[in-house]
């Protein structure tokens, strides 16, 4: 007796009921690595800006302001289509000659659109340090 090599019918429908047991696991956890992740993306492009600018005051020894204009930090860092401002920043802030902040210190927090608990602290300490807190989901009381 000759048998023809191959699958039954049988092994192919388990075999892709368990594909679709394992994708439908998988999924939830892959958006959630995307969101976190394009979320990250945006807020380390918000604080490179601003560490980019705190340079420039620090090079050109003169204050620099950076203004925030709606979705964007001084029309370089722009926030990318999937983030969004949890609160509204202030319109601007300054860095002084030595890289400290004019005024006290300040708090920004975006979110991510498709998922509001998705949130990424971003500091910027009145000596001019820049913290990105990806643990937070509110700003710190400042002292």
Not at 49 to 59: D, M, T
Not at 80 to 96: A, L, M, R, Y
Not at 109 to 128: C, E, L, R
Request: hydrophobic content about 40%.
């Amino acid at each position: 007796m000759n048998r023809a090599q191959g699958f039954t019918l049988i092994e192919l429908i388990v075999t892709i009921s368990v594909i679709v047991i394992l994708t439908t696991i998988v999924t939830p956890s892959m958006v959630k690595l995307i969101r976190k992740q394009q979320l990250a993306s945006d807020a380390r492009a918000i604080v490179e800006s601003l560490i980019g600018y705190r340079s420039e005051a620090i090079l050109l020894r003169k204050n620099y302001q950076v203004s925030f204009n709606g979705q964007s930090i001084h029309h370089l860092a722009q926030l990318g289509k999937h983030t969004e401002w949890d609160s509204i920043p202030i319109q601007t802030i300054t860095f002084n000659m030595f890289g400290a902040l004019v005024e006290s210190s300040q708090c920004f927090v975006i979110q991510h659109k498709s998922d509001t608990s998705y949130k990424a602290v971003i500091v910027v300490n009145k000596n001019g340090a820049i913290d990105y807190d990806r643990s937070r989901s509110s700003c710190p009381e400042f002292s």
